[in-house]
T-cell receptor
Framework: GQSLEQPSEVTAVEGAIVQINCTYQTSGFYGLSWYQQHDGGAPTFLSYNALDGLEETGRFSSFLSRSDSYGYLLLQELQMKDSASYFCAVIGTGRRALTFGSGTRLQVQP | NAGVTQTPKFQVLKTGQSMTLQCAQDMNHNSMYWYRQDPGMGLRLIYYSASEGTTDKGEVPNGYNVSRLNKREFSLRLESAAPSQTSVYFC????????????????????FGDGTRLSIL
């Protein structure tokens, strides 16, 4: 099966940088995805890493180390609107669907 | 662009009642999914359909049935609702390749509907 670990909560101030870590265990691996969900809203796709290294999309970057079964989401120049829950997710063998972590709730304070 | 549309948005049921949650996507996606999300928790996969005509169980399938009516529509049915099924239900779709195609480098993003908030008394 698949399992993912990520911190339950992170707090940071506006303008700062925050890193949300994710470690995973899966039989077979096709990449690590990140999703954002605001309270009361639907999850939305942020990024996907299939290979080791850093992928940058604007203020958000995502990193993957396949040898360490570890990834992180880096959010720069934090804004109040970044307050949301962030989920990492993987597809492993035997199931053509994502398994999600339990989510990290990010609170951005003024 | 409608994307993924779920109906209803809210529903209250009594224990033992049945109901079907509807989901439709207009993106010509092969794969569709049903998740439940309980307060403060992540998404747990109930069932998914990797292509039209196929369905597979996810992590928490007990108490649910699904139908992939056609490529656009994927419904979730609760035959006899229980209070433990009180949750927010999300439908999603993705352009994941059909069965038989290698998944390497093809992890397509999932597009989610706005959810159905279901309370069972």
């Amino acid at each position: 099966g698949q399992s993912l670990e990520q911190p339950s909560e992170v707090t940071a101030v506006e303008g700062a940088i925050v890193q949300i870590n994710c470690t995973y265990q899966t039989s077979g691996f096709y990449g690590l995805s990140w999703y954002q969900q605001h309270d009361g809203g639907a999850p939305t796709f942020l990024s996907y890493n299939a290979l080791d290294g850093l992928e940058e999309t604007g203020r958000f970057s995502s990193f993957l180390s396949r040898s360490d079964s570890y990834g992180y989401l880096l959010l720069q120049e934090l804004q109040m609107k970044d307050s949301a829950s962030y989920f990492c997710a993987v597809i492993g063998t035997g199931r053509r669907a994502l398994t999600f972590g339990s989510g990290t709730r990010l609170q951005v304070q003024p | 662009n409608a994307g993924v549309t779920q109906t209803p948005k809210f529903q209250v049921l009594k224990t033992g009642q049945s109901m079907t949650l509807q989901c439709a996507q207009d993106m010509n996606h092969n794969s569709m999914y049903w998740y439940r999300q309980d307060p403060g928790m992540g998404l747990r996969l109930i069932y998914y359909s990797a292509s039209e005509g196929t369905t597979d169980k996810g992590e928490v399938p007990n108490g649910y049935n699904v139908s992939r009516l056609n490529k656009r529509e994927f419904s979730l049915r609760l035959e006899s609702a229980a209070p433990s099924q009180t949750s927010v239900y999300f439908c999603a779709s993705s352009a994941q390749p059909s069965l038989g195609v290698n998944l390497d480098d093809s992890n397509q993003p999932q597009h989610f509907g706005d959810g159905t908030r279901l309370s069972i008394l």
